[in-house]
């Protein structure tokens, strides 16, 4: 029998989790990662491969860590030793736990980076609100932020400050608030951007872009970073899920419906940027494809500097997505404290949260000098911020969320994940153990292997 609560806190409620997940999986990823990855890799058939591995990967993925999660309600590395004992299995398995605590230093080092551009880009309006100047020359303003260590490493901090400050108090109180009407203020703004995307009269276009596939495009490193993207987005393979899913309570939550909600969610938002994005970069006579991780700062402005209204739109939107950033990276920060804290003593919290973070800003630093001082070394063809990205999302995440998958689709016996599950119809319960058994870790398998041989 699984304990009831956690000794980190609980979610209020339902809807407290469901938030916090959202929160968690909507963030960068969404806005600012999908449209470049879509746009960098071939359109319509990148986005096709990625739908597809939210289905058949990312979902189960997501409803297995967080049966997992509610299960053991320690953080990831004790959960699953316990795990691993109580299923009589080596403790191999505790190397998922170890995998998600070293993808979420590495991802939250350069997330925290590109944080900062949108808390830089928000200051940048609010001052233009005030009647400073305007953005006029978006590609010239973003690159000129990236030749600026100083300016990179200021707002770099100012975010990470921003996110342990939150973690070291503990994530119910001022989180469980903000999110609430944050994340559909932000879903609004969205929208009104699509509606601005309708009348360029680019939708179309725009649209086919994103959803026509040119099979031409694909090959092997297409399905990886759709792969990756997936894991990324879902906040997937690092045992975020998890450690959210310890301190959901038990009685009227259904891990199927929350894992389906947070999912759709997820997507939705993506695609909408996406819708958002597109019509704005075609009127502006700008080649959609091959946009790079400048893509939204050098797109979106030169439609705030068409509108008349320009600049409040421009605080909102990357004010807002700042903050949608903010409830991603304190899930990023959070398994690797809650872990310190269970070894450390529970008093620690604020020790334990600072000395994560701080870590984090320092390998951030390396993807501050890899964006001017040091964009010349390459590692594997790739910049330092480029190469951390692609280990941690693209390869840690999938092989963390493969054998997540293994160990519950293999090794937890049935009685536990029914007890989890116990409002699941016994089609789709039969039909979810074996993607996570079978199709989950083969197609993971098979990306991984032909994109990396
Ligand atoms: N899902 C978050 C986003 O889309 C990033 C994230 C990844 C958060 C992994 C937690 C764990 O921005």
Not at 90 to 106: H, K, N, P
Request: proline residues 4%.
């Amino acid at each position: 029998m699984s304990t009831t609560t956690s000794i980190h806190g609980m979610w209020s409620s339902r809807l407290m989790f469901i938030l916090a997940a959202t929160g968690s999986a909507v963030g960068l990823g969404n806005i600012w990662r999908f449209p470049y990855m879509t746009s960098d890799n071939g359109g319509g058939a990148f986005v096709l491969v990625y739908l597809a591995c939210i289905a058949l990967v990312g979902l189960p993925i997501l409803m297995a860590e967080v049966l997992i999660g509610r299960h053991g309600r320690m953080s990831p590395i004790n959960t699953l030793r316990n795990l691993a004992r109580d299923s009589g299995t080596g403790r191999a398995w505790v190397g998922i736990g170890w995998i998600g605590i070293v993808a979420g230093i590495l991802i939250l080092s350069f997330y925290s980076v590109v944080a900062g551009w949108t808390l830089h880009y928000a200051w940048r309006y609010l001052k233009q609100l005030f009647g400073g100047a305007g953005i006029t020359d978006p590609g010239a303003t973003f690159s000129a932020l990236l030749a600026d260590p100083l300016e990179l490493t200021f707002w770099h901090a100012l975010f990470m400050l921003l996110t342990v400050a939150v973690v070291a108090m503990g994530v119910e109180k001022g989180l469980e608030r903000a999110v609430r009407f944050l994340m559909p203020a932000l879903f609004l703004l969205l929208l009104a951007l699509v509606g601005y995307g309708l009348s360029t009269g680019y939708m179309g276009q725009a649209i086919s872009f994103l959803f026509r596939p040119d099979w031409s495009e694909i090959d092997g490193n297409v399905f990886l970073r759709a792969m990756g993207q997936a894991f990324f987005s879902l906040s997937l393979g690092m045992c975020t899920m998890m450690t959210y899913g310890a301190y959901l309570p038990r009685e009227g939550v259904s891990i199927p419906r929350v894992g389906i909600a947070v999912a759709l969610t997820d997507t939705a938002v993506a695609l909408l940027a996406g819708m958002a994005i597109f019509p704005i970069v075609l009127s502006f006579g700008l080649d959609p494809a091959g946009g790079g991780p400048g893509l939204i700062f050098t797109s979106l402005p030169l439609a705030f500097a068409a509108m008349s209204i320009g600049a409040l739109y421009g605080l909102l939107f990357f004010g807002l997505l700042s903050v949608a950033a903010w409830t991603s990276s304190i899930s990023l920060l959070e398994p690797a404290t809650a872990f310190l804290v269970e070894k450390f003593g529970v008093k620690r919290r604020k020790v334990a949260a600072l000395s994560m973070a701080g870590l984090c800003w320092l390998l951030g630093l390396l993807s501050v000098l890899s964006l001017n001082v040091w964009s010349h070394v390459r590692i594997f063809g790739r910049d330092i911020m480029g190469f951390i990205e692609l280990v941690a999302n693209d390869i840690m995440l999938p092989l963390g969320g493969l054998m997540i998958a293994l160990f519950t689709g293999w090794v937890l016996n049935r009685t536990l994940l029914r007890e989890q599950l116990s409002d699941m119809p016994e089609a789709l319960f039969t039909t979810w153990r074996w993607l996570l058994r079978v199709v989950a870790p083969l197609l993971v398998l098979v990306v991984l292997v032909r994109a990396l041989a």
